[in-house]
């Protein structure tokens, strides 16, 4: 009985080392593959919040991390692109997180350019309930799509969904997710309007382990 066991636990531990070394040899395999496509994917969503006629350098060749949890919503560092034509900045798109989403923690980016008028928004990860807060997503819904434009002025009334007085629509049914959504992205306008000229002084960071 003992042998038995013995070379029953042999045999399972010799295929739990054997799926091991698969898992390790598919992640190396296709660890490139998979930081290409969220560069791919990074990309995309930066040229959609920032217009391509309006800078001359690759976005993600030119990006520091940011740090403020009262604006941006985190403690961790997130990341900041900056947009340049002649090497001048011209414009900046920065991630941002609404801690108060009705599910948790809501990721968006924002595109915003020097004279504090929204490019663009888009939101880059979040746990809303489908069918609701889901709307956030411009895969259920073209509700993102209604800030491009807007000027943002931290001295006049902050942008705001319809029930607390603005003009951003809310959702039928679910409040709580756009209002932490425009909350969200208030903060993080103040925050790029308040230190512009540090954040394009930075040193490029791009490379570095930052979200």
């Not at 403690?75 to 941002?96: H, R």
């Not at 809303?128 to 895969?139: A, C, N, Q, Y």
């Not at 490029?204 to 382990?209: E, I, S, T």
Request: hydrophobic share 40%; glycine share 8%.
């Amino acid at each position: 009985m003992s042998n038995i066991i013995t070379r029953n636990g042999l045999i399972l531990a010799i295929f739990a080392l054997c799926c091991t070394g698969l898992v390790a040899s598919v992640n190396y395999l296709t660890a490139d593959r998979i930081i290409d496509q969220q560069r791919k994917q990074l990309t995309s969503v930066l040229q959609q919040i920032i217009p391509q006629a309006m800078h001359d350098n690759a976005l993600t060749d030119d990006c520091i991390a940011v740090i403020d949890q009262a604006y941006l919503g985190s403690d961790q560092a997130l990341s900041a692109y900056i947009a340049k034509q002649g090497d001048l900045p011209v414009a900046i798109a920065i991630k941002a997180i609404a801690p108060d989403g009705y599910n948790g923690d809501i990721k968006l980016i924002i595109g915003v350019d020097n004279d504090n008028t929204l490019l663009g928004v888009r939101t880059l990860a979040h746990q809303e309930t489908p069918g609701l807060g889901d709307k956030i997503d411009l895969r259920k819904s073209d509700w993102v799509l209604a800030f491009a434009g807007l000027a943002f002025n931290s001295n006049d009334k902050p942008l705001a969904v319809k029930k607390d007085g603005g003009n951003i629509d809310q959702f039928t049914g679910a409040t709580i997710t756009p209002r932490a959504y425009v909350k969200a992205i208030n903060n993080a306008l103040t925050y790029v309007k308040n230190n512009r000229q540090t954040l394009y002084s930075t040193i490029n960071q791009c490379g570095r382990d930052h979200d």
